[in-house]
């Protein structure tokens, strides 16, 4: 069966980076693209990047753009998200989710969530 | 960018009642608009896709339909379980969401 595991909480200081990773089983990794979402405490969902899996090629909002990088290793059916330049709104529950193969593109598995928090 | 509407933000209803959550994107996105289920302190749960396809396993209650770029989820006979968070979202150019809209029980 499928399954999606993040890594544990992390709780950073304002300006650091903090890099989150994703596990994946159960069907083959570079089939399927890979997203990033976040929702901060009593919010809504934020979409943050999305990377191919088969070439890792990858799409960011602008306003992520130039601090987040989405990276793969295929060999280890994981992907990975690094933010940069941490700041106390940045504090979130970050999900990685798989995306299906072909469109209308929706998210099907989800990872459990990790909890990033940021403060001094 | 696409902006996504959704309306309401919240909601009460009961048991057995029929309601509708309303999603409007900005400029015209097909049928890539998805639904999902979101329950306290759970990762969201996918609902239905391209507008109107229910996911395997989600009860025939919900329904989704789609006319231009109005997007509505109706969920009929409401059971417990599904007073929960709701959110839409369109992957037609990005994959952004609408604000979620919070169903309570009356």
């Known amino acids: 069966q499928v399954q999606v595991v993040q890594s544990g909480a992390e709780g950073k200081k304002p300006g650091a980076s903090v890099k989150v990773s994703c596990k994946t089983s159960?069907?083959?990794?570079?089939?399927?693209?890979i997203n990033w979402l976040r929702q901060a405490p009593g919010q809504g969902l934020e979409w943050m990047g999305w990377i191919s899996t088969d070439r890792a090629d990858t799409e960011y909002p602008q306003k992520f753009q130039g601090r987040i990088t989405l990276t793969i290793d295929t060999s280890a059916s994981t992907a990975y998200m690094e933010l940069r330049n941490l700041r106390s709104d940045d504090t979130a529950v970050y999900y990685c989710?798989?995306?299906?193969?072909?469109?209308?593109?929706?998210?099907?598995?989800w990872g459990q969530g990790t909890l990033v928090t940021v403060s001094s | 960018d696409i902006q996504m509407t959704q309306s309401p933000s919240s909601l009460s209803a009961s048991v057995g009642d029929r309601v509708i959550i309303t999603c409007r994107a900005s400029?015209?996105?097909?049928?890539?608009l998805n639904w999902y289920q979101q329950k306290p302190g759970a990762a969201p749960k996918l609902l239905i896709y391209?507008?109107?396809t229910l996911q395997s396993g989600v009860p025939s209650r919900f329904t989704g339909s789609a006319s231009g770029t109005v997007f509505t989820l109706s969920i009929s006979n409401l059971q417990p379980e599904d007073f929960a968070t709701y959110y839409c979202?369109?992957?037609?150019?990005?994959?952004?969401f609408g604000q979620g809209t919070k169903l309570e029980i009356k």
């Open positions: 989710v798989r995306e299906s193969r072909t469109s209308p593109f929706y998210f099907d598995y």
């Open positions: 400029q015209s996105i097909s049928n890539f």
């Open positions: 159960g069907y083959t990794f570079n089939t399927y693209g």
């Open positions: 979202q369109q992957s037609y150019s990005g994959r952004n």
């Open positions: 391209g507008a109107s």
